[in-house]
């Protein structure tokens, strides 16, 4: 196995205990997957939360309502991501906004600028509050690794940048709408002096808190219920939604926290995806053969989360996440229950993440 070892740098201050204590913080996007996470979180710490949702009303919201702590301290702002004096009333007096919002489509117009012009709207009702500390606002890995010309030994870091013209060159406006909504929040934060972390996760996988499958647990599911009959030679780095919403309370609470902080656990190819899965879960039929047979299997990339891990962030498994994922699935009918799992069927041997990089500081 690949490793790349980076000298771990003094730790950071550890996330919780009741830090919250006080504190009214606002979420943008609150019913989202990685935003309820982070809902949950802030909620046991002690804060109040402003969530910022469509419709407060909508019953896809009532797993936040149902979180320990949400019927004294949570509370539901019906505001869209464009509407800026709905975001100025969710954002007034409150001491942190944690920015999670954003459009997830590969359609340009309605991808790039309500991102752009949706984060700037964030800042500006940061500004006028006059309470808020600091601002986390969430990026992506989207934002980093689209560069064709950074060479295979190159560690992918908070240094990285997408390429903008090979990102519209090849039409994937996710990438590019995150790219340049991050830029524009970095050049906003640097003229209205806000204090702004950013953190850049890749692929997020995990139980679900919300009812409805997300993006990136449906990249799982596909090889589970059959729809995906082959995997691609791709590479792709995972984390653990749990550890994202840790991430973002460390952006914030930590005074050391700065910059851009990248959160990933590990880089598999879907070779190894597809093998883990199967060795949890042989009940279901799950792809044994690439969609690409004629080229070279794609190497994994290195990476490192340095920056998270001297915060203090330690990692879940990319085997435990992908488990625990499958079981959400299973909890939430999105999956029919095959046959019983035992605690030894996690355990995953170490041959297979044959072929991933570790990631470590």
């Known amino acids: 196995m690949t490793v790349v070892d980076v000298v771990a740098a003094a730790g950071g201050a550890e996330a919780g205990n009741g830090s919250g204590n006080g504190q009214t913080v606002c979420v943008t996007g609150a019913g989202g997957y990685i935003a309820s996470w982070l809902v949950k979180l802030l909620l046991e710490q002690g804060y109040t939360v402003k969530g910022t949702v469509r419709n ?4 896809k919201n009532a797993h936040l309502r149902a ?3 949400a019927a004294e301290r949570l509370i539901l702002c019906k505001a869209d991501l464009l509407d800026a004096d709905a975001i100025r009333h969710a954002v007034h007096g409150c001491h942190g906004v944690f920015h999670t919002a954003s459009p997830v489509t590969d359609d340009p117009e309605q ?3 309500p991102a752009v012009r949706g984060t700037e709207y964030v800042i ?5 509050a006059g309470t808020v500390r600091r601002m ?3 990026s992506s890995i989207g934002a980093v690794t689209m560069d064709p010309n ?4 190159v560690v992918v870091d908070e240094s990285c940048w997408s390429d903008l013209d090979f990102c519209k060159k090849t039409r994937n406006w996710y990438c590019y709408g995150k790219a340049v909504a991050e830029q524009a929040a970095w050049e906003a934060a640097r003229q209205r002096g806000v204090d702004l972390v950013v953190v850049n996760p890749v692929l997020v996988i995990g139980p679900l808190l919300q009812p409805t499958v997300n993006a990136s647990i449906a990249h799982i599911l596909k090889y589970l219920d059959g729809s995906a009959s082959k995997f691609a030679n791709a590479v792709q780095a995972y984390v653990d939604v749990r550890d994202v919403a840790d991430a973002h309370l460390r952006a914030f609470e930590n005074p050391l926290a700065s910059g851009r902080l990248l959160c990933a656990e590990r880089v598999l190819h879907r070779e190894d995806v597809v093998r883990i899965l ?8 799950v792809p044994t053969r690439c969609s ?10 290195k990476m490192s989360n340095q920056k998270l891990r001297d915060l203090g962030l330690e990692f879940r498994p990319v085997s435990q996440s992908l488990y625990e994922t499958v079981k959400s699935l299973q909890e939430k009918g999105h999956l029919p229950v095959l046959s019983e799992q035992t605690e030894a069927d996690k355990e995953v041997p170490a041959e297979e993440l044959q072929g991933g990089v570790t990631i470590r500081a």
């Open 292 to 301: 690409d047979e004629i080229n070279p299997r794609k190497q994994p990339y």
């Open 150 to 153: 950074r060479g295979p030994d």
């Open 111 to 113: 991808m790039v600028e």
């Open 67 to 69: 979180l320990d702590g």
């Open 136 to 138: 986390v606002l969430t």
């Open 124 to 128: 500006d009702a940061a500004v006028e």
């Open 56 to 59: 407060p009303d909508d019953p």
């Open 278 to 285: 199967s060795k949890l879960f042989p009940e279901y039929p």
